[in-house]
């Protein structure tokens, strides 16, 4: 048997018939040192491997993964996996590439530690969807906020492969959807960070933004083309539940990503205040109008006119925190209120007869007051789609 460690690669030649890692760790952990993301194994020069001989693929394969890093294995003839395959620790967690080449170019994909930049504030962006849109939204949001931008691709492996397998075509594509989307953000001359994130599922992205120490991220639920990846709208409902951070998920973008709202509404529900401060940042510049309505539910077994003179109160102070706050980022901010019998579905007609063309609906972290109306309005947006819809919940 012949060991050789070169690089990022370790060789070996000859017969495997017994366990051989602990000849091996030494310059495992070597190759580490300088490519703390992973290493290769190639078994190319292999003539032979007994199932004893592959328990070596299973110690590599735990040692590698307990320094945080990946192991690739190439050069297995089809017999010698399917040996490998007898052994439990092989059979589940080793990831074959199908060259050198194809290795490599996965391990360099990987980082340990989220790369970020020295902005006080940090948005995460991940390339699902309509990926364009939700880059616009985010840019628009960063504005005034010593703000970065990172970009990740979420890469879904299958329960079947272990989580470090490489995925050459999908791997491929999403750096070029990256270099794709790091352009856009360029021209906005905000500093911009990229990354590779191989998750179960599209919900992986609240612990790449934790590690990243995130501030928020504008999520795109839209379905994007037949190859493109993208996130089912019950994953992200359960993203924005659990993340700590800001989630604002867009659905319903115009066919041109970059074209700005003219007409946006708002219900006075939840963190409205907090609506109508992304909505006329969405709009700072330009000649958008921002409506907020506050809904006066009256029940059918009283007139729709009926005396409200809480609500009634309530609605000109939202009137006028609205308009103070549009005043700041010099925005036209119209204020209303309107009397309804269901104050989700009433909102939804609505939106659906005077001609907005995006609704942002806001909720808090915490469950009380109308928070379950907001919460209703925000899914039934989504699924209606009366115009482009932005549900956003505020970070804890």
């Given at each position: 048997m012949i060991i050789e460690a070169r690089d990022d690669t370790i060789t070996l030649r000859g017969e495997v018939k017994s366990n051989i890692w602990p000849a091996i760790q030494a310059a495992a952990a070597l190759l580490l040192e300088n490519h703390p993301t992973g290493i290769i194994l190639d078994g190319s020069g292999l003539t032979k491997i007994t199932a004893k001989g592959a328990e070596t693929l299973a110690d590599a394969s735990e040692f590698i993964a307990a320094q945080n890093a990946r192991i690739m294995v190439v050069g297995l003839t089809d017999e010698m996996l399917r040996i490998g395959n007898t052994v439990p620790g092989v059979r589940s967690q080793l990831p074959i590439a199908a060259t050198v080449e194809e290795a490599r170019s996965s391990l360099e994909l990987g980082e340990l530690t989220p790369q970020?930049?020295?902005?006080?504030?940090?948005?995460?962006?991940?390339?699902?969807?309509?990926?364009?849109?939700?880059?616009?939204?985010?840019?628009?949001?960063?504005?005034?906020?010593?703000?970065?931008?990172?970009?990740?691709?979420?890469?879904?492996?299958?329960?079947?492969?272990?989580?470090?397998?490489?995925?050459?075509?999908?791997?491929?594509?999403?750096?070029?959807?990256?270099?794709?989307?790091?352009?856009?953000?360029?021209?906005?001359?905000?500093?911009?960070?990229?990354?590779?994130?191989?998750?179960?599922?599209?919900?992986?992205?609240?612990?790449?933004?934790?590690?990243?120490?995130?501030?928020?991220?504008?999520?795109?639920?839209?379905?994007?083309?037949?190859?493109?990846?993208?996130?089912?709208?019950?994953?992200?409902?359960?993203?924005?539940?659990?993340?700590?951070?800001?989630?604002?998920?867009?659905?319903?973008?115009?066919?041109e990503p970059v074209r700005p709202p003219a007409n946006i509404v708002i219900p006075a529900m939840g963190a409205w205040d907090h609506a109508v401060e992304h909505a006329c940042k969405l709009v700072a510049g330009g000649d958008a109008e921002v409506t907020v309505i506050y809904v006066i539910a009256i029940p059918r077994t009283e007139p729709l006119d009926a005396s409200r003179p809480d609500a009634e109160a309530a609605a000109s102070d939202c009137a006028k925190e609205a308009l103070r706050i549009g005043k700041r980022y010099g925005v036209k901010v119209n204020s209303t209120s309107e009397r309804v019998r269901d104050p989700v579905l009433g909102f939804l007609r609505i939106v659906q007869t005077r001609g907005f063309d995006l609704a942002v609906v806001g909720v808090k972290r915490e469950t009380s007051g109308d928070y379950h109306i907001a919460h209703a309005t925000a899914v039934m947006l989504l699924d209606e789609l009366p115009c482009e819809t932005i549900f956003l919940r505020t970070a804890g």
């Open positions: 970020r930049g020295k902005a006080r504030v940090a948005a995460v962006v991940p390339i699902l969807g309509n990926w364009r849109r939700a880059i616009y939204f985010a840019d628009k949001l960063a504005i005034g906020e010593h703000c970065e931008v990172h970009l990740v691709d979420l890469i879904r492996v299958p329960r079947t492969l272990p989580i470090g397998s490489p995925l050459h075509e999908r791997e491929t594509a999403g750096q070029a959807r990256l270099e794709q989307a790091r352009g856009l953000v360029r021209k906005t001359r905000l500093d911009c960070y990229t990354h590779v994130e191989r998750v179960r599922s599209e919900t992986g992205l609240e612990e790449f933004a934790q590690r990243l120490n995130a501030d928020f991220s504008v999520v795109s639920i839209d379905r994007a083309g037949k190859d493109e990846p993208c996130m089912e709208e019950a994953e992200a409902l359960s993203l924005q539940e659990a993340a700590p951070f800001e989630v604002s998920i867009i659905k319903g973008a115009p066919s």
